[in-house]
């Protein structure tokens, strides 16, 4: 349903999570948790009865969260990916549970979107100074980007079961798709350690079930696209929202606005995309990834794939001064109930 006034419409989901349907906890109190990871903050706010569970949550999520950062980082020379990138042509290297399951989501978007997002983009990241290396102060020269692309290719990528082979060069970087699945990751914690009700956040990718003690909904907004000052405001409840596009990160070179964005079809930063790709996903992980993959293929070609994926996504477009226009896939109105 919609829940309209002249500023505020408000989305509920079509179907409610097991949580809900079993009622607020009245009697508890909400919780909440913040720290760094992954080179930005994550949050999460829990229902709980004892005041006493904030300090064994806080060690759990923080312990997880470096075990994540052990596999996942390609900031840090000594995780996984990090021994991964450095490994000579012609070796293979064990890969352990998150990183298989990141890279495995990964490439499944990478297939079904032609390469709008791939997880080897490392030496092209780290030329625009987006990785490891450090800013650059000017953009590089079209034979180092040539260079950077010819390592790059997520069709190089050769697994044998838990064994990947490195072909030589090639860099992973799943920093598109590595914040969304440590959401997963902290909700499914919450969940097991029984705090049902959650909201979890890290560096703007969100997931949350059930409701708070009064019975109102997690949520999170976003612009309209219906006038200046409107926002829709999505509750999530057994869903997560994932958003890229250039309203969050670019930067001005010589007069046009560049996307943080890398398009791996060009080797360089979008331009003219979306001010925001929102994507709504059961999992955080692919809302994530798909976000990045949506915004590279802008909302002509993007729109016809998440039709035929069935995903639920809106591309919020620049205006004049303004919020531009709205466009939404089939999909965003199967998975939010909306009436008049």
């Known amino acids: 349903m919609v829940l309209a006034t002249a500023a505020v419409e408000l989305l509920l989901p079509r179907r409610f999570s097991a949580a809900t349907q079993a009622g607020p906890q009245r009697d508890g109190r909400c919780l909440r948790l913040t720290g760094i990871t992954m080179g930005t903050h994550w949050s999460l706010q829990f229902i709980s009865r004892d005041p006493d569970d904030a300090a064994r949550v806080q060690a759990g999520i923080e312990a997880l ?3 994540l950062n052990a596999q996942l980082s390609h900031w840090d020379p000594r995780s996984a990916v990090g021994r991964y990138n450095r490994l000579p042509a012609g070796s293979w290297q064990a890969l352990p549970a998150d990183l298989l399951a990141v890279l495995d989501a990964a490439q499944g978007i990478a297939s079904a979107s032609n390469g709008a997002l791939d997880p080897t983009l490392g030496a092209l990241v780290n030329l625009w100074g987006h990785g490891p290396a450090g800013p650059t102060r000017k953009a590089p020269a079209a034979s180092d980007i040539a260079n950077a692309m010819a390592c790059a290719g997520w ?7 838990a064994l990947l082979w490195q072909p030589g060069g090639l860099q992973l970087d799943l920093s598109a798709i590595a914040k969304g699945h440590a959401v997963d990751r902290l909700a499914d914690w ?10 979890v956040e890290i560096g703007g990718e969100l997931r949350g079930q059930g409701v ?3 019975g109102s909904p997690w949520g999170v907004s976003i612009d ?6 409107a926002i829709t405001r999505i509750a999530l409840d057994g869903l997560s929202v994932a958003t890229s596009g250039d309203a969050f990160r670019h930067h001005e070179q010589a007069g046009e606005r560049l ?13 003219k995309a979306a001010a925001a790709v929102t994507v709504i996903h059961s999992s955080c992980g692919l809302a994530d990834g798909w976000a990045t993959a949506l915004t590279v293929l802008g909302p002509e070609a993007g729109l016809r794939l998440a039709d035929q994926l069935g995903l639920a996504v809106r ?5 004049d001064g303004e919020p531009g226009p709205v466009i939404d896939s089939l999909g965003w109105w199967a998975m939010i109930e909306a009436e008049p």
Do not use: Y
């Open 65 to 67: 969260l470096i075990a």
């Open 155 to 161: 069709s190089r990528l050769h697994r044998d079961g």
């Open 190 to 199: 919450l969940s097991r350690h029984g705090h049902p009700h959650h909201l």
């Open 212 to 214: 708070k003690p009064d």
């Open 224 to 229: 309209s696209g219906i006038e200046p000052d």
């Open 259 to 271: 996307a943080h964005t890398l398009d791996p079809r060009t080797g360089r930063p979008l331009h």
């Open 315 to 319: 591309w919020q477009m620049h205006g």
